[in-house]
DNA sequence: GTGATTGCAAATCTTTTGCACTAAA
DNA sequence: TTTAGTGCAAAAGATTTGCAATCAC
């Protein structure tokens, strides 16, 4: 028997009925492409295509409607980096990123690899919500 | 006579010509709006409505243009910070920024407002372009 | 059974592109 | 005159929405 898949399974109706969805199919295929697979820097266009490559019979408008949904139940975590494309972070702890300029490509940044020194006094009437730090990166050009 | 509105309009000619950018009616028009008139935080859409409203016959193919070589041409600089739309600043120099998440409005935050302590070593065969530093704010939610 | 969920198709929003016309130097 | 610039219209790309059929509980 296919005892892994069994506890995956469990586990990821058990994270989807905590965070009040309803454990379908596709979202249970997604949650285990997107927490059971080690990815961690998602956009819609891409978990699609994984999805889509995985035999999970699923559309475009239900990946949007549930990285969304997983997003309000803090499950993921949006990342403001790129004007022209969403991204999503499994991590949803604070962290910083680094984003290739040319390829897109993101990745964490190490714990200790920056720290914001302090922060700073927000506007009147506003409060704090976050700190996203991207560091852009980019292959030097050849001289 | 309007010795003020001259001596501007040589200014600008001048920093288009050292742009290498012909001094077009329509680029002498945003560079007034963005230069001259104290605008920091653009967007495309934005720009395109206060030069529509200051009487400047222009599409917004033009305004998207000249941002984008206004940008190359080290006038302005892309803010990473809306994965739906872009930010031009108006400040080249390094320094970061509060983004009122609900209102999309965007601040500078004072010099010695945040400091990355430390830059993170980059990826291996990658140097680092620049960083962003986001804060995101809101009016926190009535109790 | 009942309300939540899915997904098609169409719409929306922002940005980019092709290309004929116009203007700057 | 020559080349850069403009702007219409259309395309492109990402994301959202309306709504009827389907599914989970």
Redesign the pocket.
Known sequence: MNTHAKRNDAYLRDLLQQAG???????LGLAELIFGHGERHL???GLYADATKAGL??????V???L?QFTEAGLLREILAD????YFDTNVHPHHHFLDEETGDMEDIPADGVAVSALPTPPPGKTIEGVDVIVRVRRPAPA
Chains 1, 2 share one sequence.
């Open positions: 969805l309803r454990a379908t199919r596709q979202r956009t819609a266009e019979r699923i559309s475009q408008t239900t949007y409607n549930t969304h004007p022209r494309r969403i």
